[in-house]
């Protein structure tokens, strides 16, 4: 049984870590095959991607009672991490496409840092958040510290790092890291759904836009408005959106004609 299945909803990309009786934890070998669904997602025909996990668990993290084979995922003297989950928090960004979580059970450690690299987050009632770094004596990796002081500011990113206390989904929807909360039944369509409606926008828009959300979280207003310019002319100049462009102007001129 593959640790990592994926499934082509159209042109939405549905990948499932797939190891529930771990609670999807991460071994060397999901994460190999995690590489291959980022792969996989990068190709053009997939313009939208939904992250989750398979039985009552997203992600807990790193498989601790089956350490990573030092000969496949790091450099002797090195943490591992530039070979372990590095790799895959810099595949999410680099993707010019919206990747959606769907976080439908517990996520903790490295698996909350994989939910918190991607667009947008939604939970199932039943979700978990656990910073469970802090417990076993390490600092936050997979991005973490990158991303979550960006989505709940520093002081409460700090303190939950701190403590490592669980939050549950109506507390992370109170916080701002997960967009929506819906019932366990209904959350995989849900984010399918919301895959499918950024799927269907025209051009290159949303990964352009994705880049210049990225750009303006480190530069000052005057660099972001410069790459605002360079990334609106790519866009305009996107066939798909030239004749999006003709599409709207057509039915406003048929409103027109019709009043």
Known sequence: MSPVITHHDGPVLVVTLNRPHV????????????????????????????VTGSGRGFCA????????????TARPGSSGLRHTYHPHVLAMAALEKPVIAAVNGAAAG???????????????????FVPAFAAVGLVPDAGGAYFLPRLLGYARAYEWLATGRPVLAEEALRWG???????????????VELAHRMAAMPGAALGLTKRLLDHGLTHGLADLLNEEARLQALAVADPARQRARAEVARRLSADEEDR
């Open 23 to 50: 609670l999807n934890a991460l071994d060397a070998d999901t994460l190999y095959a995690l590489a291959d669904a980022w792969h996989e997602a990068a190709d053009p025909s997939v313009r939208a991607v939904v």
């Open 110 to 128: 490295a698996g909350l840092s994989l939910a918190a690299a991607a667009d947008v987050r939604i939970a199932a009632d039943t979700a978990k």
């Open 61 to 72: 993290g790193a498989d601790l009672r089956t350490p990573p084979d030092p000969s496949r």
């Open 177 to 191: 890291l997960v967009s929506r909360v819906v019932p366990a039944g209904d959350l995989l369509g849900d984010a």
